[in-house]
């Protein structure tokens, strides 16, 4: 039987998230086809078909039985990822997961070892570093329009966000922001590869994590989970093999900051949010004379200016649809499988952005400093923004 094409698509987990797949596909029309979708929710699952086609599938064995389907989708909750993944690549299926790759590392070079053992690939979200914004910045990197950036500031701060209204949060086609499994996996698990992963692309892989994280507010009016919350802060320092050092931060607890800076010799590039792809990135100088000291110190301000794009966003901002692209990722991993080369976002990348999300989030799990073990081959910047 011949190879099904790299385009054909499945996706199994049609929870809140598989909506911003949904409408992320309408960027990829000529690239991506969905062939169906499965969850163990038959209402979940028919209201996703309804709203983005494709077929419901009976049962994931269902799914992973259709020849037609190239790549599957892991959009299940985070706990559920291990075994989802393992019966993907069991059936030859290349596999495109949502973060994280696995709960821990050790889970994760497992799917890794899977993967290779059953020839089928590995890739995993999230997929910001391939947004303009991401790669806006990694130019502004490399040509080093601040000069060589010594150190970064990465903050992903998202407020209390135990005291929102979360039961109001609905999907599109009606899924619940399913705020009680985020608590549960934590903050730092669900988030830090939106900051790890664009700063390992740029600056190369993680040697070190000296990291510290904690249950800060175990209140969180409902009831918790058997095995208790995860930490809801986390705050680490990364030291990269090139020789940068990042702050990095995750918490549902200190105010709404998602500031990315990264400080270099001359000055310094910033953008406001990592995840959005139409975020602009700014760069101001350094304070280096009295004037310039002064409006910093006493104003807490500079001038800055927007950095120009690589390109435009190809897609508008619509009220309740996703400011990132999450289909990006699958497209990449479809068109490596069609052009013979790697994936930018490969079992390599995806099992070191695991490791060192897991040292960040379980920092008693390893000495201090941590050593990451997990490596990866450099990674391209996107064509049209080399
Ligand atoms: N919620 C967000 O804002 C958000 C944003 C980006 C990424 N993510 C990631 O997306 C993934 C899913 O998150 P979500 O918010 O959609 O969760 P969710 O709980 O809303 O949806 C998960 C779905 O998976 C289904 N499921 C669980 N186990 C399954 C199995 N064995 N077979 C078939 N279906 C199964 C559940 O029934 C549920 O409908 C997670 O990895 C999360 O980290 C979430």
Same mark, same amino acid.
């Given at each position: 039987?011949?190879?099904?094409?790299?385009?054909?698509?499945?996706?199994?987990?049609?929870?809140?998230?598989?909506?911003?797949?949904?409408?992320?596909?309408?960027?990829?029309?000529?690239?991506?086809?969905?062939?169906?979708?499965?969850?163990?929710?038959?209402?979940?699952?028919?209201?996703?078909?309804?709203?983005? !086609?494709?077929?419901?599938?009976?049962?994931?064995?269902?799914?992973?039985?259709?020849?037609?389907?190239?790549?599957? #989708?892991?959009?299940?909750?985070?706990?559920?990822?291990?075994?989802?993944?393992?019966?993907?690549?069991?059936?030859?299926?290349?596999?495109?997961? %949502?973060?994280?790759?696995?709960?821990?590392?050790?889970?994760?070079?497992?799917?890794?070892?899977?993967?290779?053992?059953?020839?089928?690939?590995?890739?995993?979200?999230?997929?910001?570093?391939?947004g303009e914004s991401a790669q806006t910045l990694w130019r502004a990197v490399r040509q080093?329009l601040v000069?060589?950036?010594?150190?970064?500031?990465?903050?992903?701060?998202?407020?209390?966000?135990?005291?929102?209204?979360?039961?109001?949060? #609905?999907?599109?086609?009606?899924?619940?922001?399913?705020?009680?499994?985020?608590? %549960?996996?934590?903050?730092?698990?669900?988030?830090?590869?939106?900051?790890?992963?664009p700063?390992?692309?740029m $600056?190369?892989?993680?040697?070190?994590?000296?990291? $510290?994280?904690?249950?800060?507010?175990?209140?969180?009016?409902?009831?918790?989970?058997?095995?208790?919350?995860?930490?809801?802060?986390?705050?680490?320092?990364?030291?990269?093999?090139? !020789?940068?050092?990042?702050?990095?931060?995750?918490?549902?607890?200190?105010?709404?900051?998602?500031r990315l800076r990264l400080?270099?010799?001359?000055g310094v590039l910033a953008m406001a949010e990592p995840?959005h792809y139409d975020c602009p990135v700014r760069v101001r100088?350094?304070?280096?004379?009295?004037?310039?000291?002064?409006?910093?110190?006493?104003?807490?301000?500079?001038?800055t200016r927007s950095v120009p794009p690589v390109r435009?966003v190809?897609?508008?901002?619509?009220?309740?649809?996703?400011?990132?692209?999450?289909?990006?990722?699958?497209?990449? #991993?479809?068109?490596?499988?069609? %052009?013979?080369?790697?994936?930018?976002?490969?079992?390599?990348?995806?099992?070191?952005?695991?490791?060192?999300?897991?040292?960040?989030?379980?920092?008693?799990?390893?000495?201090?400093?941590?050593?990451?073990?997990?490596? $990866?081959?450099?990674?391209?910047?996107?064509?049209?923004a080399?």
């Amino acid at each position: 039987m011949p190879s099904p094409a790299a385009t054909e698509i499945a996706i199994v987990g049609t929870g809140y998230v598989a909506d911003y797949y949904g409408h992320s596909l309408d960027h990829h029309r000529d690239g991506l086809t969905l062939r169906g979708a499965f969850d163990l929710d038959p209402a979940r699952l028919a209201s996703f078909v309804t709203a983005f !086609g494709g077929r419901a599938y009976a049962s994931l064995d269902a799914l992973l039985d259709d020849p037609a389907v190239a790549i599957v #989708l892991n959009l299940t909750d985070p706990h559920a990822h291990l075994e989802v993944s393992r019966r993907i690549i069991a059936a030859g299926k290349h596999l495109y997961t %949502e973060k994280p790759l696995a709960m821990t590392a050790a889970q994760a070079v497992e799917l890794r070892a899977l993967a290779e053992a059953a020839g089928v690939r590995i890739a995993a979200a999230p997929c910001n570093v391939l947004g303009e914004s991401a790669q806006t910045l990694w130019r502004a990197v490399r040509q080093k329009l601040v000069g060589e950036i010594r150190l970064i500031y990465a903050e992903l701060d998202d407020g209390m966000i135990h005291k929102l209204p979360t039961r109001d949060w #609905l999907s599109t086609s009606g899924k619940p922001w399913p705020a009680s499994g985020e608590f %549960e996996v934590g903050c730092t698990f669900e988030h830090a590869g939106y900051t790890v992963a664009p700063l390992a692309a740029m $600056f190369g892989p993680v040697v070190r994590v000296t990291a $510290f994280a904690t249950l800060a507010c175990p209140d969180k009016a409902m009831s918790p989970p058997p095995g208790g919350w995860a930490p809801d802060v986390s705050i680490g320092c990364l030291e990269f093999e090139s !020789g940068v050092v990042a702050r990095v931060t995750n918490s549902i607890v200190a105010p709404y900051d998602h500031r990315l800076r990264l400080i270099g010799e001359q000055g310094v590039l910033a953008m406001a949010e990592p995840w959005h792809y139409d975020c602009p990135v700014r760069v101001r100088r350094s304070a280096n004379d009295r004037v310039s000291r002064y409006l910093e110190r006493r104003l807490g301000w500079l001038p800055t200016r927007s950095v120009p794009p690589v390109r435009p966003v190809p897609f508008q901002r619509k009220r309740g649809r996703p400011t990132m692209d999450f289909m990006r990722g699958v497209r990449e #991993l479809a068109d490596a499988l069609r %052009e013979s080369r790697p994936s930018r976002l490969d079992a390599d990348f995806a099992v070191h952005v695991t490791e060192v999300t897991e040292m960040l989030q379980y920092p008693e799990r390893f000495p201090s400093p941590a050593q990451v073990q997990s490596r $990866f081959a450099p990674i391209d910047p996107m064509p049209w923004a080399r």
